[in-house]
């Protein structure tokens, strides 16, 4: 069974940084392009990287560009988000998913909590 | 940035009724678009790809249609367990937007 399991989440004060990490198992990470979406709470879906399947080229949504770095490990099949200055508005769970054609997301993690407060 | 826009935001419905969700995108996207389903606490789970190929192992209650700005995402006779927020999202161009979800109550 395909499965994407994030950790590394929890409480973290503003202007603080957190690293999420994704682990893909029942697949290999290698060949696939990989994003991170995220949900604040009671809210909908944001999309928020994307990173090629070489690690090449990466996208990223507006609020978290130039905060926010994903990246990639294919030995360890599995991605990562650096989140450095955190502000409020990140609280959400976040969702490593993986880009199963064409931007289509496919499977979706369990989801990683973050939450910004002091 | 292409917007997303659903409607309705809401619907109730009765077990077997047909029930249809509207997807608008602000500018062209051919057929780059995806439904999603969510239930409470769940991570979202792909329904419906390229505006109207069935995901494997999807009910074929479920149906998606459309090209361009508009899109329809139809269950034929809802069911119980249909009931979530749907949300469609565009891949024609990044930044990758999702609409703001579309809550089905039975």
């Known amino acids: 069974e395909m499965q994407l399991v994030e950790s590394g989440g929890g409480l973290v004060q503003p202007g603080g940084s957190l690293r999420l990490s994704c682990a893909a198992s029942g697949f290999s990470v290698y060949g696939y392009e990989m994003n991170w979406v995220r949900q604040a709470p009671g809210k909908g879906l944001e999309w928020v990287a994307y990173i090629s399947s070489s690690g090449s080229t990466r996208h990223y949504g507006d609020s978290v560009r130039g905060r926010f770095t994903m990246s990639r490990d294919n030995a360890q099949n599995s991605v990562y988000l650096q989140m450095n200055s955190l502000r409020a508005e990140d609280t959400a769970v976040y969702y490593c998913v993986r880009d199963w054609i064409r931007d289509f997301f496919d499977p979706w993690g369990q989801g990683a909590l973050v939450t910004v407060s002091s | 940035d292409i917007q997303m826009t659903q409607s309705p935001s809401s619907v109730s419905a009765s077990v077997g009724d047909r029930v249809t969700i509207t997807c608008r995108a602000s500018?062209?996207?051919?057929?780059?678009l995806a439904w999603y389903q969510q239930k409470p606490g769940k991570a979202p789970k792909l329904l419906v790809y390229?505006?109207?190929s069935l995901q494997s192992g999807v009910p074929s209650r479920f149906s998606g249609s459309g090209s361009g700005t508009e899109f329809t995402l139809t269950i034929s006779s809802l069911q119980p367990e249909d009931s979530a927020t749907y949300y469609c999202q565009q891949s024609n161009s990044f930044p990758l937007t999702f609409g703001p979800g579309t809550k089905v109550d039975i």
């Open positions: 390229s505006a109207s």
């Open positions: 500018q062209g996207i051919d057929n780059w």
